[in-house]
């Protein structure tokens, strides 16, 4: 009895001294990280975690439904793409054709008005935000300086950081993108209340407008300044300008960094997969959504168009792909989540699920994306069984090292 009284005492000491020192060294949101991620099993964000949040509504107005098909799923999925399914956790998969549903799948309980995280498919969101921003002259230009808007930008490199430069990851930022590290500036922007403060404590280590380089912490400080330049929270102007027009079914949530916040605007958007695919459908149509002009063509082509020759793969807030002898761009989430885009074929491929496919350091768009593309394509009889790289490519490590084992 006495050892146990020792014990305890020693227990609730111990951990009375490790909450102390996290808050001293100020990394107290690993605190909330523990929470939220660990004490729910899991590794990462996950698809759900917008419950553990405070959020903002992303108001909808007069829903406008989809169209379905006339073949509407008459065509099953093919045992490639059900076995990819499976093995990386797909809770929806759609493929819009000719702007109406033509195959949708929904597994693991979740349905068509099931709310999942969009991960970095929020910050295609956000720039097409800017762009509007742009459109409407509350933003000038691409070119225009964030210390226009944040004084603490206009002095050294980061005197000559623009906009576009937040927009196309093009920032020189001191960040690190590791998502596992529970000490990098990601995981502390993802779990750490008032996210400003932690934005603007960033430095501009490198000259910017140069290279691509995939920060998130540049389509958080882009949201800021939209923030200054609309006069409206983020998830108020993507409402008015973007989600009441495209007639989304639901209203969204956008995660805040605390009550009353600002939206982790880099992520963290949570809606549908027939909602997020609206994106998909206004950049198709150039920016058009059934007769209204939400976008100019101009941006849009622009937002799909690479920057630099050196990273074909994005332009602004999007990603690129040229495969199969067609034009390909898409937005893309931490665990896999897509809304693809093949304006030549007039396809929406939407993507929801718990796990990314296997990431390369030679190929900067994962393997699962072209099992997703290619699987939808042998569906609707645009490729043959043996077309396309999607067979041959291992969608986890495991898969990997059994081929290299072969």
Known sequence: MKFLKKFLIFLIITIAVIVALLYIFNVDYLLKAVRVVYLNGKTTAFLDDYEYFDNRVVEAGTAQPWATDKDYNKVPATQRLEDAHKTLGTVAYLIIKNDSIW????????????????????????????????????????????SDYFPEYNHGYAAELTVGDLSSMATGLDWGEQYSSPFSVTTR?????????????VKVVREPGRDFEYVSGATELLAMVLEKATGQHLSDYVSEKFWKPMGAENPALWQLDEPGGIEKAYCCFASNARDFARFGKLFLHEGNWNGNQILDTTAVKTMVTARFPASPQYGYGWWLNYYLNRKMYYMRGHLGQFVIVVPEDNVIIVRLGHTKGLQTEKDPHSNDFYVYVDEAYKMMGLIKENEGVGNYKPLTKEEEEQQENK
């Open 189 to 201: 922007a993802y779990f750490d209340d008032n996210l400003r403060e932690t934005i603007l404590g």
């Open 103 to 146: 195959h949708e799948s929904y597994y693991d309980g979740y349905g068509k008005d099931s709310k999942t995280n969009s991960f970095s498919m929020a910050k295609s969101i956000v720039s097409a935000a800017l762009f509007k921003a742009i459109m409407e002259g509350k933003v000038k230009s691409l070119d225009q300086k964030v």
